[in-house]
């Protein structure tokens, strides 16, 4: 009660804006992140937080292939715009810098979603042990101008049950020192357990479409919208790495980044995400589809590779001693058995490898009678009619996110 009456006092300074940037135009910014040192993957937290994302349920009374889906209810820097930036634990969450008036946050950037939020003073979360969050407080802001509530307000409801609900705020917001003076954001006065526990991120910066913003009313513009007319191009373009820094720039596609030509696939952005067309998928030699097209989601925000349940099961058994487990949420097999490269046709003709090393994405405490150590699959099954190709995909290759048309470029990164 105490900090609904703070925020209700906030109210009185309300003054509705729109979201102008910088006048500087032509310009672009690049987001490093880094690998922490102690990171350890763990495929079931992993593949949990990508369930709950696109509200996946599983029935474990019922057969694993058995699905359910649910309706969705600075640090400033030079003119180069490098930060750094840290993976946290878990295994599905890169964060950068990002600073909310004049406070700087580790903040998820994710292409699978859409609201821009952050956790604030009002945010009721318990003290946890190893707890490395940063929280929003606007008392500490001199740009911060609140919106009024219950008439203005955020929620994104998932599948699992877990949620994020509260207040709308307005500040300037700057990422790779450009800034945006007025951008609608999120502030959770309630979290699920599920985002308390998750001390590693102070937030969420959502880069899909802004028909899947979650601020009422709305939808409001994500960032990427905001931004886009002081760039070079209205592009993202990632470069994302298993090992060492890995990137974001906004506002250009950098050549030298690639090799050989990009490929360029149109999006379907009806639904709000980066989807595009999928043709066959491959294990090897092995032929795993009839060639049909299907359709597949582009997400930062989700670390593994979530493709139709066919395709899955194709894939698996090409290997060894693999069985889907329960207590690991979804297919294991023993940590010596050799994976097949994973080959997938992007659009009409635009062929993609995925080496079988990375496929195997983590261990797992499970002990199988033949008493070998048991890994994690990085390929998992999304639900009928959704495929999400996550970093373990991305990571394979330099990629724009042009919102132009809007497209997908896809190339070899050197």
């Known amino acids: 009660m105490h900090s609904l009456v703070i925020f209700l006092l906030l109210c009185l300074s309300y003054n509705a804006l729109s979201a102008p940037t910088s006048k500087k135009k032509g310009r672009s910014f690049r987001i490093e992140r880094f690998r922490r040192s102690d990171y350890v993957a763990h495929g079931p937290t992993a593949l949990q937080k990508a369930y709950r994302k696109y509200g996946m349920l599983i029935d474990f009374d019922t057969p694993y292939q058995s699905y359910q889906t649910s309706s969705m209810w600075e640090t400033e820097t030079d003119e180069s715009g490098e930060v750094s930036a840290t993976l946290v634990q878990g295994g599905s969450e890169y964060v950068s810098p990002v600073v909310i008036g004049g406070q700087t946050f580790n903040m998820d950037f994710d292409t699978g979603s859409s609201t821009m939020w952050v956790m604030n003073a009002f945010t ?35 599948g699992d049950g877990s949620y994020n609900f509260g207040y709308v705020g ?8 450009v800034s945006v003076t007025d951008q609608y954001f999120g502030l959770p006065t309630e979290v699920s357990s599920e985002f308390e526990e998750d001390t590693g991120s102070d937030g969420l910066v959502g880069l899909a479409f802004d028909s899947i913003n979650s601020i009422v009313p709305g939808p409001q513009k994500t960032f990427f919208d905001n931004v886009e007319s002081q760039l070079e191009q209205p592009v993202l373009t990632t470069l994302l790495r298993e090992d060492g820094v890995s990137e974001y720039e906004f506002g250009k596609i950098d050549h030298s980044k690639y090799t050989g030509t990009l490929a360029t696939v149109s999006v379907d952005s009806s639904r709000g995400y980066w989807e595009f067309d999928v043709g066959n998928f491959k294990a090897g030699d092995v032929e795993l589809s009839n060639g049909a097209t299907s359709k597949a989601i582009a997400d930062t925000g989700t670390t593994l590779l979530l493709a139709s349940s066919d395709i899955v099961s194709a894939y698996y058994q090409q290997v060894r001693g693999s069985s889907l487990s329960q207590s690991a949420n979804g297919y294991v097999f023993p940590c010596t058995a050799d994976l097949p490269d994973l080959h997938v046709t992007l659009g009409d003709n635009s062929p993609v490898t995925v080496p079988g090393a990375m496929l195997n994405f983590s261990t797992t405490s499970l002990t199988p009678t033949a008493g070998e150590p048991v890994c994690v699959g990085g390929l998992q099954e999304g639900p009928d009619g959704l495929q999400v190709f996550g970093d373990l995909f991305l990571r394979t290759l330099f990629v724009v996110f042009d919102k132009r048309g809007p497209s997908l470029g896809f190339a070899s990164p050197k």
């Open 170 to 177: 307005i500040d300037t917001v700057s990422i790779g020192g």
């Open 124 to 158: 009721d979360l318990p003290t946890l042990d190893g707890d490395s969050r940063t929280v929003y407080d606007p008392t500490q802001s001199k740009t911060f101008k609140s919106l009024p509530f219950p008439s203005n307000y955020f929620e994104d409801a998932y």
